[in-house]
């Protein structure tokens, strides 16, 4: 959430974003091979949801 809100400036659009990535995480969860990686693999959502804000939100 932090780093949404620091790139946004707004709370609503930073808690969509976040929500967004998550929706995405729980929805491929099947696609997790290792439950020992799965901090790796939220990692991989995070970098996912940095470029889903530089492309969703490139006006800010």
Same mark, same amino acid.
């Given at each position: 959430?932090?780093?949404?809100? $620091?790139?946004? %400036?707004?709370?609503?659009?930073?808690? +969509?974003? &976040?929500?967004?990535?998550f929706?995405t995480? #729980? +929805? %491929?969860?099947n696609?997790?091979?290792?439950?020992? %990686? $799965? /901090?790796?693999?939220?990692?991989? #959502? /995070?970098?996912? +949801?940095?470029?889903? $804000?530089?492309?969703? #939100?490139?006006? &800010?």
């Amino acid at each position: 959430m932090r780093t949404a809100y $620091l790139l946004l %400036k707004d709370h609503q659009n930073a808690e +969509e974003a &976040v929500q967004d990535t998550f929706v995405t995480a #729980f +929805e %491929k969860i099947n696609q997790l091979e290792d439950p020992h %990686k $799965l /901090k790796s693999w939220l990692g991989i #959502f /995070k970098c996912s +949801e940095r470029s889903w $804000l530089r492309e969703n #939100f490139q006006r &800010v």
